[in-house]
Nanobody
């Protein structure tokens, strides 16, 4: 069965960095676009970033562009998100999610499997 397990969250200071990971299993990881989505306390879901199957194309929300970097290691079936220049408003539960796009990222296709999330807290 499809499993997505996030890790690497924790407490960081404003301006600091963290890297979160998502270990995938139960499907051919290299065949799927993958997303990071976050949910701040008391707020709705916010899409953060997506990466294509080979890692050559990436897209970001304006709120994280230039600060966060998505990447993947298909040999390890793992998705990453490097979070730099963290701000208190980046505090959220970070989820990885499998995308239903094929060949070209098509946001309207949606996401079908999600992990349980890893909590990132940015505070001094």
């Amino acid at each position: 069965q499809v499993q997505l397990v996030e890790s690497g969250g924790g407490l960081a200071q404003p301006g600091g960095s963290l890297r979160v990971s998502c270990a995938a299993s139960g499907f051919t990881f290299s065949s799927y676009f993958m997303n990071w989505v976050r949910q701040a306390p008391g707020k709705g879901l916010e899409w953060v970033s997506v990466i294509d199957t080979g890692g050559g194309s990436t897209y970001y929300a304006d709120s994280v562009k230039g600060r966060f970097t998505i990447s993947r290691d298909n040999a390890k079936n793992t998705l990453y998100l490097q979070l730099n220049s963290l701000k208190p408003e980046d505090t959220a539960l970070y989820y990885c999610a499998r995308d239903l796009s094929r060949l070209i990222w098509t946001p309207s296709y949606g996401m079908d499997y999600w992990g349980k999330g890893t909590l990132v807290t940015v505070s001094s």
